[in-house]
């Protein structure tokens, strides 16, 4: 049985999933964020007033560093889903960003579509980067997130096999080819306040990497962040995810 929390917590998106029917039957189950045809997910808990400040694709030797440096100015932590060969180049990024505070996850080793790949290789994407995390870091990994939010029910009984808890999101913009940091900030907000009037809390995911390139370009994202915790810090509450595990 699920604890009250924990319902609220896995069933998420509640209304908002409904508009993703339109993306169509398998697509919808095996990509929509709020489906739960596939398998629960951790998403958000109804606790109006919480943010969870998430960040995939890195670490990014070019741009994590300053988005470390402006969480650590207003003295927020965030949860970041690391590509685990990105992490493999990086370990002193990686050190940096557990010795600052913030929680890390699994997001596969190549940021391969899971929901395509074999049962073999997704327990090898899954397991060949929490190793390397844990060797690296020296904490536990506990939190996975497919990448492309691309799952099937064996992508996800893996993941727990592994230990892993399977997270998506509802508060998500186009980052990562958006060029203004403006624009990025007002679409979210719109998300984070919509959720908040319904009752949710918001689990929201920036880019401070990219699958494609290692050092890609990410100052709008960066900037987006620092201006979203600006906005929110006075009312709300920044956690990092295990805050709803
Ligand atoms: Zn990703």
Redesign the pocket.
Known sequence: MLSPLAAGIYGGLGAAAGLGLAAGGCAYAAYWPGSRIFGRALIAPRRPGELALTF??GPNPAFTPRLLDALASHDVRATF?M?GSHAQAEPELVRRIVAEGHLIGN?SWS?ANLALASAGRVGEELARTSQTLEQIAGVPVRLF?P??GARRPAVLRIARELGLEPVLWNAMTSDWKEPSADAIVERLTRTIDRLERRGWAANIVL?DGS?LDRSAEREPSVAAAGELVGRYKGTHRFVTLDAWG
């Open positions: 995939d694709d889903f590509v997001h940021h997130r990448p492309f880019h699958h």
